[in-house]
T-cell receptor, first 110, second 108 residues
Framework: DVKVTQSSRYLVKRTGEKVFLECVQDMDHENMFWYRQDPGLGLRLIYF???????EKGDIPEGYSVSREKKERFSLILESASTNQTSMYLC?????????FGQGTRLTVV | QKEVEQNSGPLSVPEGAIASLNCTYSDRGSQSFFWYRQYSGKSPELIMSIYSNGDKEDGRFTAQLNKASQYVSLLIRDSQPSDSATYLCAFPGGKLIFGQGTELSVKP
């Protein structure tokens, strides 16, 4: 059974904090993605990675960075959290036929 | 122009009717397309994939792809209240881009 696991389901952080969102997949997929989802805006791609230590900017990378030191783990980093980064964050892992999603992390920045 | 655009919702249909969801895309080189369903508070899940022109049927779901018109659609026949969800089209053009989603509501 395929599994993409995000480290937290709900998270509340203060403005200016450094925030780490972790995503782990057990399918040996090369491609991994981070999205944020906001009402009316759909899934917007923040960053993606094709391989270990490789990363590519998506459509809205500002204010975020990523790390992929191991194939199974893709981390999203908010360097200095701001209230406009309050959102649902979804991690996905992809093979050639399908993308599998984690359960999502609802982040609130206060 | 956005890379993937979906018809705006919400879409409301009565139980038993056909629901039609549409998506246009800008990349002529796109070879495959996915339809995902997302229930409220849940993550998206794949329901259909289509790789060639024409129709692909799976139970009550039919995906239609027209590469010349850069158009992909999803038809849901005999719609059920359990089909009420947001439907997202996507194409794995390297970046795995999603449309903004169409919310479908099926009324009993």
């Amino acid at each position: 059974d395929v599994k993409v696991t995000q480290s937290s389901r709900y998270l509340v952080k203060r403005t200016g904090e450094k925030v780490f969102l972790e995503c782990v997949q057990d399918m040996d997929h090369e491609n991994m993605f981070w999205y944020r989802q906001d009402p009316g805006l759909g899934l917007r791609l923040i960053y993606f990675s094709y391989d270990v230590k490789m990363k590519e900017k998506g459509d809205i990378p500002e204010g975020y960075s990523v790390s992929r030191e191991k194939k199974e783990r893709f981390s999203l980093i908010l360097e200095s959290a701001s209230t406009n980064q309050t959102s649902m964050y979804l991690c996905a892992s992809q093979d050639y036929t399908e993308a599998f999603f984690g359960q999502g992390t609802r982040l609130t920045v206060v | 122009q956005k890379e993937v655009e979906q018809n705006s919702g919400p879409l409301s249909v009565p139980e038993g009717a056909i629901a039609s969801l549409n998506c246009t895309y800008s990349d002529r080189g796109s070879q495959s397309f996915f339809w995902y369903r997302q229930y409220s508070g849940k993550s998206p899940e794949l329901i259909m994939s289509i790789y060639s022109n024409g129709d692909k049927e799976d139970g009550r779901f039919t995906a239609q792809l027209n590469k010349a018109s850069q158009y992909v659609s999803l038809l849901i026949r005999d719609s059920q209240p359990s089909d009420s969800a947001t439907y997202l089209c996507a194409f794995p053009g390297g970046k795995l881009i999603f449309g903004q989603g169409t919310e479908l509501s099926v009324k009993p």
